[in-house]
């Protein structure tokens, strides 16, 4: 429904006071009153334009915004509205009245007699004339020609059963002579028994249909509350092993932080020991240096064997580095726990969606066939809640299947 129209559909005017019903559609206030205040004795309320029915009268919304808002505000400039419709008259869904002349009322009987419908005025000879009397009258019905033979130009009193059909009495004369006949009225009477029976039976589908509806809908709701718990206790744990993880990679890092900090402390030690050794043999150095220099003899001697027993008397111990030293055993092991834990989450994932696709939640049993309306021999297809064994997927490779159901809860 489109809210930029300008005219009622009723009215075909302007519209004035604007208001909206639940299905969308926007009449004049008073149009709208009027139509549905000819609906009171019926107890049902049509929709004018798009004939949705309420079995409770709506109450209209009236329509706000600037657009309608300036069309009341101006409304003195309009013309005055026009007289209330009178929906009296036959519309193009109603049956119209046989009598009435140029433009009809809407028919509320219909007269079997006479094929013909009458509204509440032209009605009234049924009911108070005696040459009536005996004519029956039903609730309006339209495609009167339906109601004649159409070889005889009669009306349709009795049904052949030899031919299936509704016949007019010159029909038994010739064309169904012989025939297997009844009185419409009786063959109506034998049918409508089989119709309450058809009934029963529709309303004994409506009544399994619905019981497997609250089944199915008590299903979702569980299966809806069993997803969200598994999120959130999946979510939970995941985030769990994350942690663990972190602590792993902490605990990894102070390892190597450790040996790092041990390994250059063991390095400078050391390294401070070589600088104070080569400080001392390079003050040797410099007093042979200063002793080869000397002219005196007997000093020379004396400090000469005294320098050369210190340097024979003292071994200094050598430092060997390994130059194969690296941390990359611990990348190689923390890669190799890495590749583990891959294969061991995808081996995992891979059972559990195996498991989960096996599980059906809901299905069409086609095991029961379709029975008709007529036949109890055969069996309604109905919806089963049961889970069924048996995976649609294929074996997993390397990446898990897709998990398309869940476990029943317990």
């Not at 009234?124 to 005996?134: D, L, N, Q, V, W």
């Not at 495609?143 to 052949?160: N, S, Y």
């Not at 569980?222 to 942690?243: I, V």
């Not at 390994?322 to 890495?338: G, I, L, R």
């Amino acid at each position: 429904m489109s809210f930029d129209q300008d005219s009622c559909f009723l009215c075909k005017e302007d519209l004035r006071d604007p208001v909206s019903i639940p299905c969308g559609h926007i009449f004049c206030s008073i149009c709208l009153k009027t139509y549905w205040d000819h609906a009171d004795h019926t107890g049902s309320y049509l929709c004018p334009q798009c004939k949705v029915t309420y079995n409770k009268r709506p109450t209209p919304r009236r329509m706000g915004g600037s657009r309608y808002g300036t069309l009341n505000r101006n409304s003195e400039s309009f013309p005055p509205p026009p007289p209330s419709p009178d929906y009296n008259y036959a519309g193009p869904q109603d049956v119209g009245c046989d009598i009435c002349i140029g433009k009809k009322h809407k028919a509320v009987k219909t007269c079997l007699m006479c094929l013909a419908s009458y509204c509440e005025k032209h009605l009234k000879p049924h009911f108070e004339s005696a040459t009536f009397k005996r004519h029956k009258l039903v609730d309006e019905i339209g495609h009167l020609d339906r109601q004649i033979c159409p070889q005889h130009q009669k009306g349709l009193e009795l049904f052949c059963r030899t031919d299936q059909m509704c016949i007019c009495v010159l029909c038994t004369v010739k064309e169904h002579k012989g025939h297997d006949m009844v009185s419409a009225e009786q063959e109506r009477a034998e049918e409508q028994q089989k119709l309450g029976s058809t009934q029963a039976e529709i309303q004994e589908r409506i009544h399994d249909r619905l019981k497997q509806m609250e089944e199915l809908k008590q299903a979702v709701d569980s299966l809806k509350s069993s997803a969200h718990r598994a999120l959130q206790e999946c979510e939970k744990m995941f985030s769990d092993m994350m942690r663990s993880i972190e602590r792993m990679q902490q605990e990894m890092a102070k390892l190597i932080s450790s040996n790092k900090r041990a390994a250059l402390s063991n390095a400078e030690g050391h390294m401070e020991r070589l600088n104070h050794e080569i400080a001392d043999l390079k003050r040797r150095d410099n007093e042979i240096t200063q002793l080869s220099r000397t002219e005196d003899h007997i000093h020379f001697i004396q400090s000469y064997h005294m320098l050369i027993a210190q340097t024979e008397a003292e071994e200094l111990p050598s430092v060997s580095v390994n130059p194969y030293f690296s941390f990359d055993p611990v990348t190689k092991a923390v890669s190799e726990m890495k590749q583990h834990m891959n294969e061991f989450s995808n081996d995992e994932l891979v059972k559990v969606a195996k498991t989960v696709n096996k599980m059906t939640f809901c299905e069409l049993d086609d095991a029961k066939k379709k029975r008709s309306i007529k036949s109890k021999s055969r069996k309604q297809p109905s919806i089963s809640l049961r889970n069924k064994a048996g995976s649609r997927h294929g074996q997993g490779g390397a990446m898990p299947p897709q998990i398309s159901g869940l476990p029943p809860q317990t």
